[in-house]
């Protein structure tokens, strides 16, 4: 989860600092046709969801650090959040019928990772 919540931080810090003009990379490397303004606002719909996922992943693990059981449903709410977040990529590229496998993996990560955990998080009550 450390890893996940802290790559979303990442990504997105990133494309702030792409979208201020302050760093220049290939644009490609944030996402598929990056010049594209509907593919551009369909990536920046993701900015809340993403970052709502990492802060209540970050959360969830400071309160488990203090043994605090809170720390189960903020994982809950991470972990689901992130599958949402996944699928929603995945649904999108199916839909432009774009297979694009570098695409796909971290996406696929990003929506099947969570669901053994939250099976795991829901046995255990």
């Not at 302050?22 to 551009?40: C, T």
């Not at 699928?87 to 099947?112: E, G, R």
Request: aromatic share 16%; proline share 6%.
């Amino acid at each position: 989860m450390l890893a996940t919540d802290i790559g979303m931080l990442l990504y997105w810090s990133i494309t702030a600092l792409m979208a201020l003009s302050i760093i220049a990379l290939p644009g490609e490397w944030l996402f598929k046709d990056y010049h594209d303004p509907r593919v551009m606002a369909w990536n920046w719909s993701f900015l809340p969801l993403d970052l709502l996922l990492s802060f209540t992943g970050l959360w969830a693990l400071r309160l488990e650090r203090r043994g605090n059981p809170a720390w189960k449903i903020w994982a809950a709410v991470s972990m689901t959040l992130t599958t949402c977040a996944g699928l929603m990529a995945i649904s999108y590229w199916l839909i432009v019928q774009d297979f694009d496998v570098t695409w796909w993996i971290p996406n696929l990560f990003l929506m099947l990772w969570p669901i053994p955990f939250l099976f795991n998080l829901s046995k255990s009550g």
